[in-house]
Every structure is written in structure tokens, then in C-alpha cells.
């Protein structure tokens, strides 16, 4: 079992930065492929970034040269770093270790003047 706590969120101005963190459980963090994983109300969760344990990353288009994916072994955390924020980024944005069914409770982002 692999408890997943996310942090971070919150209301943030058009243009506004924000940092995420996701803390795993567990001693086998360093091997999962992990992903930030977004949902719009209305609209189906979506794959924003990944990172796999050789520290590859991929981002969906929409957020390419904004946002970064990053991981710290040591603390079982990845990280999501959002810059230059639009008000469609807005939504709850969940951690995800790729191909399980282990998933955060989400943290509530905002992007509102």
C-alpha cells in the first residue's frame, strides 16, 4: 500500500507561481514513474507531467515551458513547479504513481484575478 499526500495549492493571480509536493509512502518510491494528473470541473482528469525513475520527464502541450516536474528520492517527493499561471490551469491536481491504482486526494488549484 502507497499513501499519497499532496500540498501546495491554493488561489493564485493570473501570472502567479505556485509549487506542489507529493510525499509517498513506502521504500520503493525511487522505482515508480510518477505523474501530476489535473481535473477541470466538468471535465475528465488529465496527464499535465510525469517523471520515470531515470528522471525522464513529458508534459502535456498546454504546459510546456511552464510548468516542471521534479522528484526528490530521498524524500519520496515529486514535485510540480507552475509558473506564469493562466485561469484554465485551474482544478484539482492529484499524484499519481503510473500504471497503479494509488492516487493522492488532491489538492485545489485556482487562478483567479
Known amino acids: 500500500q502507497v499513501q499519497l499526500v499532496e500540498s501546495g495549492g491554493g488561489l493564485v493571480q493570473p501570472g502567479g507561481s505556485l509549487r506542489l509536493s507529493c510525499v509517498a509512502s513506502?521504500?520503493?518510491?525511487?522505482?515508480?514513474?510518477m505523474g501530476w494528473y489535473r481535473q477541470a470541473p466538468g471535465k475528465e482528469r488529465e496527464l499535465v507531467a510525469a517523471?520515470?525513475?531515470?528522471?525522464?520527464?513529458n508534459y502535456a502541450d498546454s504546459v510546456k515551458g511552464r510548468f516542471t516536474i521534479s522528484r526528490e528520492n530521498a524524500k519520496n517527493t515529486v514535485y510540480l513547479q507552475m509558473n506564469s499561471l493562466k485561469p484554465e490551469d485551474t482544478g484539482v491536481y492529484y499524484c499519481h504513481v503510473r500504471n497503479s491504482h494509488y492516487w493522492g486526494q488532491g489538492t485545489q488549484v485556482t487562478v483567479s484575478s
Open positions: 513506502g521504500s520503493l518510491f525511487r522505482f515508480y514513474t
Open positions: 517523471i520515470s525513475s531515470a528522471q525522464g520527464t
